[in-house]
């Protein structure tokens, strides 16, 4: 008795074969959900024990509760100052969230336009270097200076770093991109932009991706840098705040959110560039 045909060959598949290869995919997706289940709650325990551990290392004397606090007094410094916390959360990633949109999208399009004419890329390569490789930590007095404490001058730095994050994985994602779909598509007759959006920006897509991660966590550094130095609100302001009032809780409060954030915002991410790329596996 038969009930599956096979299309490639023509003839039919036996029923057996086709129970053993649906069992052996319920398998797999069993032993896929109890190992992602197992690391979910090694995760969990592993926070669970650092807490616990730091906690019974301050009280015990071990350490200083001046120097590193404790979990408790961070919780209850988040509780106190909630309102306090969120505005000023609120302030810096709205200000990295417009450095990140602005920022990967120029370097995005820039990438590309520089990738795909390599002439303009080969003028615009030494200039892209030199400006890459300078510290823009250091151009934030610059930025306060040109911008004030604005959120102008937060912004700026921000884009100035993702930019460059983002043209360089478009870059390397577009070298990396498949030669020969890229001859199949001009054996077939695909013009520049079909060649573009068919072949080369979907081999690109996972170094783009990684690209915009890493730009997502430099956006949030360039504005918390900025706010360390110079700004009127922001997490990075109160870090500093904190650490001259001697209130290593604030500094770890504000550290623990930062994380927290900037986690949430890359696991979306993630989900997106493994939806998008489902088709890679499938």
């Not at 730009?215 to 130095?229: D, H, K, P, R, T």
Request: glycine share 8%.
């Amino acid at each position: 008795m038969t009930a599956v045909l096979d299309k490639g060959q023509g003839r039919e598949i036996p029923d057996h074969v086709v129970r053993a290869v649906s069992e052996g995919t319920t398998r797999a997706r069993t032993r896929r959900r109890r190992t992602t289940a197992f690391v979910r709650a090694c995760q969990v325990a592993s926070v669970v024990i650092l807490l616990a551990g730091w906690e019974w290392v301050v009280r015990a004397g071990i350490m200083r509760e001046l120097f590193v606090s404790r979990p408790s007094a961070v919780v209850d410094y988040i509780v106190e100052e909630r309102s306090m916390l969120i505005s000023n959360t609120v302030a810096t990633f709205y200000a990295a969230t417009l450095g990140f949109v602005i920022g990967s999208f120029a370097g995005l399009v820039l990438g590309i336009v520089l990738e795909r004419w390599r002439t303009v890329g080969r003028i615009f390569d030494p200039w892209v270097t030199f400006l890459a490789s300078l510290p823009r930590i250091a151009l934030a007095p610059l930025f306060l200076l040109w911008f004030g404490i604005t959120l102008q001058a937060k912004v700026v730095l921000a884009v100035s770093v993702v930019f460059f994050v983002v043209l360089v994985g478009t870059q390397a994602g577009m070298k990396s991109s498949d030669p020969d779909l890229i001859r199949a598509v001009r054996l077939l007759g695909g013009n520049a932009r079909f060649e573009l959006t068919k072949a080369i920006l979907p081999g690109a897509l996972p170094s783009i991706f990684g690209a915009l991660r890493l730009g997502v966590i430099f956006s949030i550094l360039g504005v918390v840098a900025s706010e360390m130095i110079a700004s009127r609100e922001g997490l990075g302001q109160l870090i500093v705040r904190s650490s001259q009032e001697l209130r290593p809780e604030g500094v770890f409060a504000m550290l623990i959110i930062l994380g927290i954030a900037g986690t949430l915002i890359n696991s979306i991410l993630l989900a997106i560039e493994n939806r998008t790329l489902k088709w890679k596996t499938s």
